[in-house]
């Protein structure tokens, strides 16, 4: 690992600004691997050197991992003069100065898209993740806008593993997909993808809920009303017909929403739920985060 300023890790250790950093120096015994520092930009590798501050020895976090349930409405960078970043729901311990130049997002959601974000400042991995070589999987809870029949559900699953054509978006060209697998849901997994998640405004705001008797029609009751149910105990729609599982191997513009649009149907609410080998923790609330533990950096990695 490249070695850092001494006067940054400190900062981002908790010490204050670089120019308290400096006052420190003059003031403390700040040793590195057992010899006294004064200069302010001398370099250590924190994977490597030893550091104390008057003979307490300070924990060296070459990298940070940090999973996030992104919400709706929130922008996927540093910085935005209109809207919320999901960096705006970071802790201010997470947005220090040290932080800010090394922590980054792994990929990106749209800003109406939910779910599985990876903030880490271990730039090694993230370009292993975000190569188009590594052919890294993202798996994606797709509602559509209205349900498929059997018989085309067959049909895209066919077309989809083939590799659709996709139109052009913006300014983006048309291209072939990679050949991609998709999973119809059940209800099961509809519960469990939507507990926690915004689903529920999406459908009230494009009238799905006020037409869930109807799509809901082959649907059992349930014993008891969960959050993705509505008042008669139905869900506001056929998981199985309207609700698919999208795993895809590349990661262009819109791209869940233009291969669906290519066999006629629209995505209505869209959530990330995994890359790679790391799952969304589903007990996360919206907008909240934790560490990657060390055993789901192993399965990432």
């Known amino acids: 690992m490249a070695k850092e300023r001494i006067d940054k890790i400190l ?16 003031s403390s015994e700040v040793l590195v691997n057992g010899q006294r520092i004064f200069d302010s930009a001398s370099q250590l590798d924190p994977e490597k050197d030893l550091l104390t501050v008057d003979g307490e020895e300070i924990s060296l976090m070459a990298n940070r991992y940090i999973m996030m349930n992104k919400i709706m409405h929130t922008i996927s ?8 970043t999901v960096f705006d729901l970071l802790s201010p311990d997470l947005r220090t100065p040290y932080l800010e130049e090394k922590l980054h997002l792994v990929g990106r959601l749209d800003m109406d898209t939910e779910g599985l974000l990876l903030f880490t400042t271990d730039g090694e991995l993230t370009h292993r993740l975000i190569s188009p070589k590594s052919h890294i999987c993202k798996t994606y809870f797709c509602v559509l806008e209205h349900p498929e029949s059997d018989e085309h559900k067959e049909e895209i699953e066919r077309l989809f593993k083939k590799g659709i054509e996709v139109g052009p978006e913006d ?29 529920l405004e999406t459908l009230e705001k494009t009238g799905l809920l006020d037409e869930g ?4 029609k ?15 105990n139905q869900f506001p729609l056929n998981p199985q017909n309207q609700v698919a599982l999208l795993t895809i191997y590349e990661g262009k513009y ?6 669906f649009a290519a066999v006629g149907n629209k995505v209505i609410f869209l959530k990330r739920i995994s890359m790679g080998g790391l799952n969304l923790d589903n007990e996360l609330e919206p907008g909240k985060y934790r560490e990657v533990s060390e055993e789901e950096l192993e399965l990432l990695r």
């Not at 082959?218 to 008669?232: L, M, W, Y």
Request: hydrophobic fraction near 25%.
């Open 254 to 259: 819109h791209q869940v929403k233009r291969m």
């Open 218 to 232: 082959n649907d059992s009751p349930a014993e008891t009303v969960s959050p993705t149910k509505n008042q008669n």
């Open 77 to 84: 960078a540093n910085k935005d003069g209109l809207h919320q």
């Open 171 to 199: 300014n983006e060209a048309g291209f072939k997909c990679e050949p991609a697998e998709i999973k119809w849901a059940s209800e099961e997994e509809y519960t469990l993808h939507t507990k926690k998640s915004s689903v």
């Open 213 to 216: 008797k109807k799509l809901s």
């Open 11 to 26: 900062s981002h250790q908790g010490f204050g600004s670089r120019k308290d950093v400096k006052k420190l120096l003059r």
